[in-house]
């Protein structure tokens, strides 16, 4: 049986034909769509690795049926930065050291954006680190992966009053 | 993964037809029946895909003050619904207590109450499982159960229901709504999950094609806004499962109790209901000696299904925790860590 | 062909001059946040199919049936490799062609030794296809009894342990010390066996061409693997072009090249297409190593003022049935403490697992949690503070050869760690501190130690007469930072600006750089960089020192300095000519050098090389439920020359990390009948997630070692797991007055024993 579904990937509306209901929307992103840069580590929600936004909001794409997406925007890590010019988020990763070995970033980058968005957390490191639990980083850098979120999530609050001001 | 069909019902109608045929099973967000199918635990041959079914994914507030929950409501949204949060504590907490932020925000509340057990041995393809295979055995009866039932267990299945959302939501009376092959009709949720008996495979009230559409909470279970919590212990500080929950939810009159409501997770093959406990607290001060022997009645009947005497004591601990903290109040917001033990006392600096 | 890899250094950080040293963010870090980093699963060659692997239930025994009829079936399915269809091989998978090579399950008959052994591989147009291609086999099997625990099998004396280390290791009477001690302990601690879990799977792609084989996959060791592999398939190694620019972590278990891997390239080999295999996560508990349980025996002997006399310390470890790996778990007692007698043993077992393999600070792990958790309980025997019983007992030589040490800083760390945790004033007896919530508060500590070693390594360089310089080695960055590193060391040794210097790595085409394990990678690639970089200046000198239009004629070698791109004087800096004015005169495009970086073997016999720091935990513990939280970690490091101080506090804090995670969290779960593991995940098979580690914190102290290496490097991948355990479950204690000796600490552990 074929499926028929569209999605809009980064900003870009697609028709997918799917041979197959099985496909995850992990699977259909690496191994169909060329976009490899949301990573498997676990394959059944346990790690965080797979994270993406759907409709804005994150979600572990390993545990998510394509065909279920039908319609669905997708962000992936491939769509934050803007070409040359990283996503705020993306920057403070850099600069406090938020990754080692790098295999859970892109899910790290989409949580820690997602976290934001959802507007839990705010300021306080312990929200923070509960909000990014989801995400296992087997290097251990966690420390830096709370303050890139804390002052990724400053840089943003103010560009956003900057912007509404 | 085997093979399936995959079906988007445009009705509820239209679902329970599809979902009625052998072998047919609902697809929800599908984080708990994509990863069992993944463990090769279960094989449908069709996927009924619940999703997109109208009208069910809205909260709705009740002129008697009830709620009802649509079955397609996300995890996230419920527990982020100021009103929600406001009028049912005990239950955002435990919602924001389970799983991740990422799975809470895809996870449905109709999954949420039929996600099924954690038993290594019921993931464990190879490994004898009556709720697999009636009739084959238990392999966890003899194995590592140190996590296991001490509670309502049989000896044809000592798992427990995992779920933190149905703890509380227990406690409060909530009501299932069901749509199925003969029409609508209603459960208490303390009745949907069956005890395992001698038949652990039927895990639910519900037959081939029910629809689990909303859940209902009264409104006298807004009464215990003041006074609920829910506390749940865990082997890491998040992202855990229970190794033994409580929601405690009082409504407390100049210093005396005049209504508790108590249940457990982690300890039965069902969110566990304290009646008995409940009712020992009835008229009483919320004191030491009276939360304590509140605990011990609840805990009564327990015995260890295998290496996990300690989750008996554990229990009764965590029963007087959640009591204690709810008598002193619900925090003002849910605490950064919710349903953690560090962030429970009320007062306590976290560690910023 | 190497991949296209853009390296790119934060501007705010970019120095001139000296590099070495310098807090330079990672030249992989904005690939790495975009998701352009290349692992080996992202490769997608045309024309790849998917392979998946079919693993054994049971532990022991033989598979007597496979239906690869109804595999075959399944719709793009395209091929199931079994025993008895299968590409030949050149080697028998159980051979041992050299101590490191490791027993591989290759289809080589129908044997099951252990639980999650590859038993099929099945090869598919998709992975929806392969994977339930795989399950379609639905093998049946004779089965064996599984024996899986330390009391399962007989013990016996292993031949060596670790790295050809001698099991027993006697110095001094232990035995007669033991007997006239004043205060003496014995206590027996149990570690868990524990499973690497790198976040990325092992993922391989594979491709031939003819006897040519590329392959993308994850490498600690590419030109051990490219030996390893041109043995099996009976090919040249430099045939054989491996692809491993970024490691999803590696922790040891990629440092060999595993069965799984080689079963990506028979695949290919049988279908003659590029093949891509990965491991699903509960994959990764078998056939790539492990931490096997330890059960160790520790007495210990102090005299009347608490000066040790005797340290006797015994493990029982397991290995597999069919391969010898023997974690030398007693050894860590051999260097920390000056005991005048000291004893280390062990014994092991064979049991129906995967082989156990090097683990993040392999041994010395192990070993810490015990030894450390043991000196705090002889303190407490002695009436001291933990921290002036280890002072009491400072080794000012290696205590079990004699041995100077190059440098031990390890003081310094005491200090300084306790300074900034706030040790002074620690209540000696348990349960004293509460905080104002009302949790148990206990602070331990331990101290962390890890050998500075060297293994061998190659590089070439390269100056350019438009200025540029050029370095090879094929080095390995699991997380580590080899990346930034190593081209850090490049840069100053080729006396340019680090953006002047394009740093090739990552390849089996270059140079070998060795294995990045043991914490010797950066020490080793570096060394050999260095002396790569020196060799090149050198010719260069020479050219200019021997040209007499160059203002460096005469100078002689030793009297020239290379910094920023140009040649000075060393007793006249106002004489110098740039690299780019040299090379125009003489006419050259481009002057090359190669380096090597190896062991000193002088050095070696003459001195203990270590590096040292001490890890401070507070633990806060919830009185009556049990559950326990790490709320504070400080590590005082001592670790040679730091070559990137950003780098190497997150290495610090990694390894810190899994010290907590050792002491609380990670066991691996195995039913006794089955042999099987049942908590193969990442659900239920607990790493810490980012709220059990609030607050850490990492000082370094500096040591300039001129006996380890050329560079003065130690390492600092592995150090941070061992002290931190120990003290982590010491402050457990502290909080609690229970005194735990199996490892994870669990709630059950205290629940009953707390009040
Ligand atoms: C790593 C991990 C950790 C987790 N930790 C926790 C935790 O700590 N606490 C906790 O409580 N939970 C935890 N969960 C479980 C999680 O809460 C459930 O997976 C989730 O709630 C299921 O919701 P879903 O919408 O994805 O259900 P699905 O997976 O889609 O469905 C689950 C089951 O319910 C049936 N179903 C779904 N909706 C309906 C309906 N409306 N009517 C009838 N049948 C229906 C499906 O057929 C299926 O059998 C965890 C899950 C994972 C993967
Ligand atoms: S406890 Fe229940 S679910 Fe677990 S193996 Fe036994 S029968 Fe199966
Ligand atoms: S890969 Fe999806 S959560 Fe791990
Ligand atoms: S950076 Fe390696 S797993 Fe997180």
């Known amino acids: ?165 | ?352 | 062909m190497s991949p296209e890899i853009n390296l790119t250094c934060d501007p705010a950080h970019l120095r001139h001059g000296s590099n070495i040293g310098q807090p330079l963010t990672r030249r992989d870090g904005i690939l790495k946040v975009k998701g352009e980093a290349r692992y080996a699963a992202d490769n997608h060659p045309p024309g790849m199919l998917y392979a998946v692997i079919a693993v054994s239930t049971i532990a022991r025994g033989r598979v007597t049936f496979l239906d690869v009829a109804a595999a075959k079936r399944h719709p793009g399915v395209v091929e199931v490799m079994t025993p008895s269809h299968k590409p030949p091989l050149a080697e028998d998978p159980d051979g041992k062609p050299n101590p490191f090579a490791f027993k591989m399950e290759l289809l080589q008959n129908d044997e099951v030794r252990y639980a999650n052994q590859a038993i099929a591989v099945v090869v598919a147009e998709t992975l929806e296809a392969a994977t339930e291609g795989a399950a379609l086999l639905s093998p049946q099997y004779h089965v064996e009894p599984a024996r899986v625990g330390l009391d399962d099998a007989k013990s016996y004396l292993p031949p060596v342990v670790g790295i050809g280390n001698p099991a027993e290791v006697r110095h001094g009477d232990v035995d007669a010390a033991l007997a006239g001690a004043s205060n003496r302990i014995e206590a027996m601690y149990e570690t868990s066996a524990q499973y690497h879990n790198a976040m990325e799977p092992h993922a391989i792609v594979a491709s031939w061409d003819g006897d040519k084989l590329s392959i993308d996959t994850p490498s600690q060791g590419m030109a051990i693997a490219q030996m390893r592999l041109a043995g099996l398939f009976g090919i040249p190694p430099g045939n054989i072009h491996i692809r491993s620019p970024f490691l999803g972590g590696g922790f040891g278990s990629k440092g060999l090249v595993s069965g799984p891997q080689v079963l990506g390239i028979m695949a290919a080999k049988l279908v003659g297409r590029p093949v891509k295999l990965v491991l699903r996560r509960d994959q990764m508990y078998g056939p790539v190593g492990h931490r096997p349980p330890t059960r160790q025996t520790l007495r210990i002997g102090t005299d009347g003022e608490g000066r040790l006399t005797a340290i006797d310390h015994h493990a029982k470890v397991t290995t597999s049935t069919f391969d010898d790996f023997y974690e030398p778990a007693a050894d860590a007692s051999h260097t920390l403490y000056a005991s005048p007698a000291i004893k280390t043993s062990h014994e092991a077992v064979r049991v129906d697992t995967g082989t156990p393999l090097f683990m993040r600070a392999p041994g010395e792990a192990t070993g810490s949690i015990a030894l450390e958790s043991a000196i705090d309980e002889i303190a407490l025997a002695c009436g001291m503070d933990p921290l002036d019983f280890r002072l009491k007992n400072y080794a000012e030589v290696e205590p079990i050869s004699g041995k100077p040490f190059s440098s031990k800083a390890l003081r310094q760390c005491y200090a300084k760690g306790a300074e900034r945790f706030g040790w002074a004033g620690r209540p000696l007896t348990p349960r004293q501190m509460r905080d104002d919530a009302g949790f148990l508060v206990g602070w331990g500590m331990g101290t962390a130690t890890f050998p500075a070693l060297m293994f061998q390594a190659q590089a070439r360089a390269v100056i350019r007469s438009d200025g540029s310089g050029v370095m090879e080695s094929g080095a390995h960055d699991m997380g580590q930072g080899a990346w930034t590193v190593l081209a850090q060391i490049a840069a100053d040794g080729l006396g340019l600006g680090i953006d002047q210097v394009e740093f090739r790595s990552g390849t089996s085409d270059l140079p070998d750089a060795g294995i990045a394990g043991g914490s010797a990678h950066t020490a080793t690639a570096g060394a050999a960089i260095h002396n790569a970089g020196a060799a090149v200046i050198a010719k260069l000198a020479d050219l200019a020192t021997n040209d007499e239009r160059s203002p460096l004629f005469g100078a002689g070698n030793a009297g020239v300095i290379a910094r920023e791109g140009r040649l000075f004087r060393r007793d006249d800096e106002a004489r110098g000519e740039s690299y780019t004015d040299i090379l125009k005169r003489a006419g050259l495009a481009e002057i090359e050098a190669s380096g090597g970086g190896a062991a000193d073997p002088a050095a070696q016999s003459n001195y203990a090389m270590h590096a040292h720091g001490a890890v401070f935990a507070e633990v806060k513990v919830d009185p009556e439920l049990g559950q326990i939280r790490v709320t504070r970690l400080v590590g005082a490091f001592a670790a040679g020359r730091i070559i990137n101080p950003r780098l190497v506090q997150s290495q610090l804090f990694g390894g810190m990390i899994w010290g907590a995670s050792f002491a609380l969290h990670e066991e691996a779960v195995m039913d006794h009948r089955s042999g099987r593991i049942l908590n193969a995940n990442l659900a239920e098979y607990h790493i810490p997630v980012n709220a059990d580690v609030p607050s850490l914190d990492v000082l370094t102290v500096d040591e300039h070692d001129p006996h380890v290496n050329v560079l003065g490097i130690k390492g600092v991948g592995e150090i941070g797991v061992t002290g931190s355990a120990g003290a982590v479950a010491n402050a457990v204690w502290h909080a609690t007055g229970v005194r735990a000796r199996r490892f994870p600490i669990r709630i059950d552990d205290l629940l009953m024993r707390l009040d």
């Open chain 2, 1 to 352: 993964m085997m093979n399936f069909d995959y079906v988007r019902p445009a009705t509820v109608a239209e679902a329970v037809a599809a979902a009625s045929e052998k072998g047919a099973t609902y697809l929800a967000a599908g984080t708990n029946l994509l990863d069992l199918m993944k463990g090769g635990v279960c094989h449908p041959s069709r996927l009924v895909d619940v999703t997109r079914l109208p009208g069910l994914d809205g909260v709705e507030y009740l002129a008697d003050g009830g709620v009802r929950i649509g079955a397609l409501v996300r995890n996230a949204d419920l527990a982020h619904d100021a009103e929600f949060v406001r009028a049912f504590p005990s239950v955002a907490e435990a919602l924001l207590s389970g799983a991740s932020a990422q799975l809470r925000n895809a996870a449905t509340v109709g999954g949420n109450v039929l996600q099924r057990t954690r038993c290594a041995y019921f993931y464990d393809a190879p490994s004898a499982c009556n709720k697999r295979w009636p009739g084959a055995g238990c392999d966890a009866r003899h194995g590592e159960n140190r996590l296991h039932a001490v509670l309502g267990w049989s000896e044809a299945c000592i798992a427990t229901h995992p779920s933190d959302f149905c703890v509380p939501l227990v406690a409060l009376d909530t009501v299932v709504e069901i749509e199925g092959r003969s029409g609508r009709r209603e459960v208490a949720l303390e009745a949907l999950h069956r005890l395992p008996g001698d038949t652990p495979q039927r895990e639910t009230l519900l037959e081939r094609g029910d629809l689990i559409v909303a859940l209902r909470l009264p409104a006298e279970a807004r009464g215990f806004a003041a006074h609920a919590r829910y506390i749940k212990v865990r082997e890491r500080t998040s992202y855990a499962f229970a190794v033994v929950s409580a929601a405690a939810s009082l409504r407390i009159e100049q210093g005396t109790i005049r209504e508790a409501r108590l249940a457990l997770g982690g300890v039965a093959a069902k969110p566990w209901r304290a009646r008995a406990a409940e009712q020992v607290l009835a008229g009483v001060a919320p004191d030491a000696a009276g939360l304590r022997e509140a605990a011990r009645i609840a805990l009564a009947d327990a015995k260890p299904s295998g290496d996990n005497a300690f989750k008996i004591e554990l229990a009764q601990r965590i029963l007087v925790r959640a009591l204690t903290l709810a008598a002193a109040g619900t925090p003002e917001r849910i605490p950064a860590l919710p349903g953690s033990p560090f962030s429970s006392v009320s007062g306590v600096h976290h560690v910023a």
């Open chain 1, 1 to 165: 049986m074929n499926f028929s579904i569209s999605l809009t990937v980064n900003g870009v509306r697609r028709e997918i034909e799917l041979d197959d209901p099985r496909v995850t929307l992990l699977d259909l992103l690496r191994e169909r769509l060329d976009l490899t840069g949301t990573k498997k580590g676990c394959d059944r929600g346990q790690c965080g690795a797979c994270t993406v936004l759907v409709n804005g909001r994150r979600i572990n794409s390993c545990l998510a049926l394509a065909v279920s997406q039908d319609g669905a925007d997708i962000l992936t890590i491939e769509g934050v930065s803007r070409g040359d010019q990283l996503h705020p988020m993306q920057a403070a990763f850099i600069a406090h050291d938020g990754f080692q070995c790098g295999f859970c970033t892109p899910g790290q980058v989409m949580s820690a954006i997602g976290l934001i968005t959802e507007g839990q957390a705010g300021d306080d490191p312990e929200r923070v680190r509960e909000g990014m639990s989801g995400n296992l980083c087997r290097c251990g850098a966690y420390a830096g992966i709370t303050e890139a979120v804390l002052e990724a999530q400053n840089t943003l609050t103010n560009s956003d009053q900057r912007r509404s001001a």
